[in-house]
């Protein structure tokens, strides 16, 4: 038996042992970014909130070509409308990619996956941007066609494509606001409520009171000038790229603050 067990083969330590295995072979970011289109693809409720965003897009550019007769309106300067729904449908898909995973508990699953959790929230911020985006687009498109069949003619064309481009990034930015709420509320009623009772009631009334130096700094005051809406009389408070960085900032700070959240609690 002796001799047996001093005749044993020593381990090769050349072979990766079974923490080294896991480690290595956990998913980076294209595996977690796979992940997170899956979830994308098959939870009904993204579905939804995309034909929400088409019918709503189209209806209020709809109504404003059809029943406002006191401007110049045209598809140009009307289509864009869409984005200051879109925005807020975008927040919404951004909390609901977390918020729906932590009250399931299939959170804890993707960070065993995947132990670095700023992987899985790196991928979940481009699935959102990517997603976003394309809420925009389909907005847009839904609000040209609603337009035309408003009876508006088409109008400065030539102002169509910049207004594309910052529609498109303030939907996109807009899903990250809504991820880093996510992460910090992590809770779906909470974090969509919170959200809606902001651009609803909080915003409106500080723009009623509160004096234009302050109000130009809101969040979605900021995205809309982004997209060149502003209140009826008043001057456009910044220029886009600023209203886009002010805009940005609170997107980046939710996040962010998310990312602390994340990685100081339990999944």
């Known amino acids: ?24 072979g956990s998913p980076g970011l294209v595996a977690a970014l796979r992940s997170e289109l899956v979830k994308l693809t098959t939870v009904r409720s993204y579905r939804a909130i ?13 109504l404003v070509a059809h029943f406002v007769t006191d401007q110049v309106i045209t598809v140009a300067n009307v289509f864009g409308l869409s984005t200051v729904f879109t ?24 960070f065993a996956a995947q132990p670095q959790r700023s992987v899985v929230i790196g ?24 337009a ?16 594309i481009a910052w529609a498109t ?33 909080v915003e409106s009334l500080v723009s009623a009171f509160a ?20 209140g009826e009389g008043e001057a456009t408070p910044f220029e886009r790229p600023v209203t886009a960085l002010i805009f940005a900032g609170y997107a980046a700070a939710a996040l962010l603050l998310g990312m602390v959240v994340v990685q100081r609690t339990d999944p």
């Not at 038996?1 to 290595?24: C, F, H, V, Y």
């Not at 995309?50 to 209020?60: D, K, P």
């Not at 991928?123 to 609603?146: E, I, N, P, R």
């Not at 004096?211 to 809406?229: C, E, H, K, T, Y």
């Open 1 to 24: 038996m002796t001799t047996l067990i001093e005749n044993r083969p020593l381990a090769d330590t050349s072979q990766p042992s079974d923490t080294a295995t896991l480690g290595a």
């Open 50 to 62: 995309a034909g929400l965003t088409i019918v709503v897009g189209a209806l209020a550019a709809f």
């Open 87 to 110: 925005a807020v449908f975008a927040a919404i898909s951004g909390i609901l990619l977390h918020t729906s995973e932590a009250e399931h508990g299939t959170v804890g699953q993707a």
């Open 123 to 146: 991928a979940k911020v481009l699935t959102v941007a990517g997603f976003a985006a394309v809420l925009a687009l389909a907005g847009l498109a839904a609000g040209a066609l609603g």
């Open 148 to 163: 035309m069949l408003g009876g508006v003619g088409a109008g400065d064309t030539p102002t169509v494509p910049a207004t």
């Open 169 to 201: 990034g303030f939907a996109s930015l807009a899903g990250v606001l809504g991820l880093g709420i996510g992460l910090i509320a992590r809770q779906s009623a909470a974090a969509i409520s919170g959200l809606l009772v902001w651009w609803l009631v």
């Open 211 to 230: 004096p234009d130096r302050l109000v130009r700094f809101l969040p979605f005051v900021a995205g809309n000038v982004m997209i060149g809406i502003t």
